[in-house]
């Protein structure tokens, strides 16, 4: 009998699989697009529950990388290079190499300081991408075509696209697994637990931590090319703080260095954030257009009270 | 290159330090003392913006804007730190940064209920409106003196309260030791919350003066908030004197990059390509800055002892 946790994360998936045949019954293609949005962004808390779950590297820049994957492809398919084998594994391979160079600097550090210059290279990023005047510097651009994966997947068909994702998230969930339970991914959760013990027994976590820093963004590149191909829309805001901000919150309240945390907590923020957009509760002006108002104070709240997210409820008794 | 603009790029590059000064002065504090991070610092730089362009708006007077942008804030800063941040203290940072987080998005929301999104006009009274002749063809607005004065006031009172006065000296024990400090029959929990006050009440200064210079909008807090993590990462948390060199080295790096980056680097390669290197090198001058003085120096170039 598998652990309570683990069947939730099966009936997740379920739910997510069975999500476009629904909204083709019931005529709500948004579904399809709201739950395509919060699996990319599971992705993207995924790659960042690593390093700050199980890794304890509270990074609070990791929509850089979302933010160059977005911008890998986006560039490429403005200079008409649209073939998805060439874009996808370029945007995970640049956002690698960039979070190679800031892990390489913020891992030295650690505690605040770790925080603020994560915070800090992701801001110069976000600059970066607002200077760019050609790619349509603060406005951002359309994305000129979808990539393009030589007729074995059309991304332009909705359902198609979905189910893409869907399967890269699997993916991604058994590696980030498989990661975290190898040798590579114990010393990671022993430098985090205790680091002066993880030295004593002869194990430097720096190129451990920077390699987990690497992948993760890797990953979260990935989410990104997925992100661009899902807005058709690339603005420097995908590299904007908030969004880091927002990423870190996903990853807290699905229950940190959890399988399902990420997939949890991106879920559970996007649709709050859709239900306060869209809500009749109290009158205009106080919801839709300052739902932020409201996400601010579940922030305070779920921080203060809830202390082991979502996946925490399903856990049983304390492990 | 003529040195009258030199000089005044200088000027600019003073006074865009001394207000990250009082910004990170604060930060720096409750950092140092409560070991909280505080993002929503940010927030209070806003409030004390508003609230200073409302009521002078509302009275016309420069005065009472001034002391209802200051009392201001510090209450706000008194209100948060009971109502929110008191329980954040024992916990760990990625806590702190998550709740004070969600106070930014919290207050930009209010604020733009309150204000609307759109950036509100804020103006300076008849008599700060003036320049003031420097000698050699240099005039420079009065309204900038008056900030870099202010600001280099605050920083020889701040050092007079913290290293000369008793307040300073509990702040300096709190700092140091907690629990001998409530040992010693201190009220620390009021401490806490006098300096959390008086540091809100810095940014407020900061937000107010910075009104009538930049945009009076719903997140310019945050704007200057990672410039001044910036400053504290290169200065060293915790550090009122690493506060202040950041502070100085960040204005003046920023400010003249942006000046004369661009021009610089046409004598090297070609106009056209500086054209458009230039302005992005110039925004990311001050992160590199910081990456080079981490390599050297991974706390910083004051770290605060103890």
């Given at each position: 009998m598998p652990a309570p946790r683990t069947l939730v994360l099966f009936a997740l998936l379920a739910v997510l699989a069975a999500v476009p045949p629904l909204a083709a019954a019931f005529n709500e293609p948004f579904y399809l697009d709201l739950f395509r949005r919060i699996m990319i962004f599971s992705i993207a808390a995924l790659s960042l529950n690593l390093i700050l779950g199980y890794g304890g590297m509270v990074s609070f820049g990791h929509a850089a990388y979302l933010g160059i994957g977005a911008y890998s492809v986006g560039i490429l398919a403005f200079y008409d290079i649209t073939s998805g084998w060439l874009q996808w594994p370029l945007a995970i391979g640049a956002s690698a190499i960039l979070a190679a160079a800031i892990g390489a600097v913020s891992i030295r550090t650690s505690g605040i300081y770790f925080i603020m210059i994560t915070l800090a290279f992701t801001q110069m990023l976000y600059y970066f991408g607002i200077s760019l005047e050609e790619f349509g510097g603060d406005d951002g651009m359309r994305l000129k075509a979808k990539s393009d994966f030589s007729g074995l997947i059309d991304l332009n068909d909705p359902t198609a696209f979905y189910y893409l994702v869907l399967a890269l998230l699997v993916v991604l969930l058994w590696l980030v697994h498989r990661i975290v339970n190898s040798r590579f991914g114990r010393?990671?959760?022993?430098?985090?637990s205790n680091e002066a013990r993880t030295r004593a027994i002869g194990l430097s976590p720096y190129p451990y931590r920077l390699a987990a820093f690497v992948i993760a963004g890797a990953i979260c590149g990935l989410a990104g090319a997925l992100l661009v191909n899902h807005t058709?829309?690339?603005?420097?805001?995908?590299?904007?703080?908030?969004?880091?901000?927002e990423l870190m919150f996903m990853v807290i309240l699905g229950g940190i260095a959890t399988t399902s945390g990420p997939l949890l907590g991106a879920a559970a923020l996007l649709l709050l954030e859709d239900w306060l957009q869209g809500s009749d509760l109290l009158p205009k002006d106080w919801v839709r257009d300052h739902w932020q108002l409201y996400l601010g104070l579940v922030l305070i709240l779920v921080v203060v009270f809830a202390k082991r997210g979502l996946a925490g409820l399903f856990a049983g008794r304390h492990e | 290159m003529n040195l009258v603009l030199v000089a005044e790029q200088t000027l600019n590059g003073l006074q865009l330090g001394v207000m990250l000064f009082l910004m990170a002065a604060g930060l720096t504090l409750v950092f140092g003392i409560m070991n909280l991070v505080n993002l929503a610092h940010g927030s209070l730089y806003m409030v004390g913006a508003y609230l200073a362009t409302y009521i002078f708006q509302a009275t016309g007077s420069w005065a009472l804007s001034i002391l209802g942008g200051l009392?201001?804030?510090?209450?706000?800063?008194?209100?948060?730190?009971?109502?929110a941040l008191r329980t954040l203290y024992e916990r760990d940072h990625l806590d702190q940064v998550l709740a004070t987080f969600g106070l930014i998005l919290f207050f930009n929301e209010l604020v733009a209920i309150l204000w609307g999104r759109t950036a509100i006009y804020s103006t300076i009274p008849q008599y700060l409106s003036g320049h003031v002749e420097l000698g050699a063809g240099l005039r420079y607005p009065l309204y900038r003196m008056v900030i870099i004065g202010v600001g280099l006031a605050v920083a020889a009172l701040l050092w007079y309260v913290v290293t000369r006065t008793r307040l300073g000296m509990l702040i300096r024990a709190g700092a140091s030791n907690r629990t001998m400090v409530a040992a010693l029959g201190v009220n620390i929990r009021l401490l806490y919350t006098i300096v959390f006050g008086f540091g809100a009440a810095l940014a407020g200064l900061a937000g107010l003066l910075s009104g009538p210079v930049y945009a009076v909008q719903p997140g310019m807090g945050e704007l200057i908030l990672i410039q001044v993590f910036v400053v504290i990462v290169i200065g060293g948390i915790g550090s009122i004197r690493g506060a202040l060199a950041g502070a100085l080295i960040v204005g003046m790096v920023d400010t003249l990059g942006r000046a004369f980056l661009k021009p610089m680097l046409a004598t090297i390669i070609s106009p056209a390509a500086a054209d458009t290197l230039g302005p992005s090198l110039a925004s990311m001058l001050i992160y590199l800055l910081m990456a080079i003085v981490l390599a050297f120096r991974p706390a910083?170039?004051?770290?605060a002892r103890g």
């Open positions: 010393v990671i959760r022993a430098a985090h058709a829309y690339l603005t420097p805001d995908f590299m904007n703080w908030t969004r880091s901000g | 009392g201001g804030t510090f209450i706000v800063g008194i209100l948060t730190e009971v109502i910083g170039l004051f770290p």
